[in-house]
């Protein structure tokens, strides 16, 4: 009985050393794999040519972790995602297999003439100035986790506008809405969602006076259209540390908040990565 006993637990656990959640994953989502393997060292994962490192679970021993973000141009289809690590020198491989599902975000149709859609040679080269800035950032990989516990929201207010809204300008599919809009009247107070590291506190072009926050591991949290900036780049920020007021800079109809996530190097919708951290407990 008892042998039966610990054959089945054993079972048990080869059969949970590799998670990943959710199985199915929809387009500009984030899907999270978990490890549990003792006596390795290394482990990282490639997806769709993405290389990707696991990270150690805070305060837990064995146990791993990587958030793999689907771009939301992704074909849908299925991926197999390699895992590889190193025991006793050598090198072992593992597959798994994530399905890429349609978000079936809806379209916004918009018709603007031609002369509102082309940005003159001066704006052209500050955008991609900025561009570039922007992704030198995110593409970068901090080694520490700077999380305090779960993420919060940004505001506390209604969404206008949700993550994803595929943008249609003239009949062809130009953009998609890269975050999410909460409602705020200029001078609402913006919190930090969680802890981090200040690495963008400027005005934009586009995104207005912008704030981006590092919370490690490649993962970055955006805030646009600020009126006021409260925090500078380079400084450490609290969870709900008020780091600047809500507003209506940079190219926009109206006040509000645009709240954005990036995850090594990829935008995703922020609620679901939010949602999908805050249940795995990845602090
Ligand atoms: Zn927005």
Redesign the pocket.
């Given at each position: 009985m008892k042998k039966i006993l610990i054959i089945l637990i054993n079972f048990f656990i080869v059969l949970n050393a590799l998670e990943i959640k959710p199985k199915n994953v929809e387009n500009a989502n984030t899907a999270i794999l978990i490890l549990e393997e003792k006596n390795i060292k290394n482990p990282k994962l490639t997806f769709d040519k993405q290389n990707i490192d696991f990270f150690s679970f805070p305060n837990k021993k064995n146990k791993y972790y990587a958030l793999v973000p689907v771009s939301y141009y992704k074909d849908k289809k299925d991926y197999r995602i390699i895992i590889s690590y190193l025991r006793d020198k050598k090198k072992i491989f593992k597959g798994v297999t994530l399905s890429v599902i349609d978000g079936n975000y809806k379209s916004e149709i918009i018709n603007v003439s031609k002369g509102k859609v082309t940005l003159s040679k001066k704006n052209k080269a500050r955008v991609d100035k900025e561009y570039k800035e922007a992704m030198n950032i995110y593409n970068s990989v901090s080694p520490n986790l700077y999380l305090n516990g779960k993420f919060i929201y940004p505001i506390d207010s209604k969404i206008t506008?949700n993550f994803g809204t595929k943008r249609v300008y003239n009949g062809s599919l130009k953009s998609y809405?890269?975050?999410?809009?909460f409602k705020a009247k200029i001078g609402t107070k913006i919190k930090a969602v969680n802890d981090g590291i200040v690495v963008l506190s400027k005005h934009r072009f586009y995104a207005g006076n912008s704030i981006v926050i590092d919370h490690g591991q490649g993962i970055y949290s955006c805030y646009?259209?600020l009126s006021k900036l409260k925090f500078k780049k380079g400084q450490k920020v609290k969870k709900g540390d008020i780091i600047g007021l809500s507003g209506d800079t940079g190219r926009v109809t109206g006040p509000?908040l645009?709240?954005?996530f990036r995850i090594h190097g990829i935008q995703v919708d922020p609620l679901q990565l939010i949602t999908l951290v805050n249940k795995n407990n990845i602090y």
């Open positions: 506008s809405h890269s975050g999410t809009d646009y259209h509000h645009h709240f954005a």
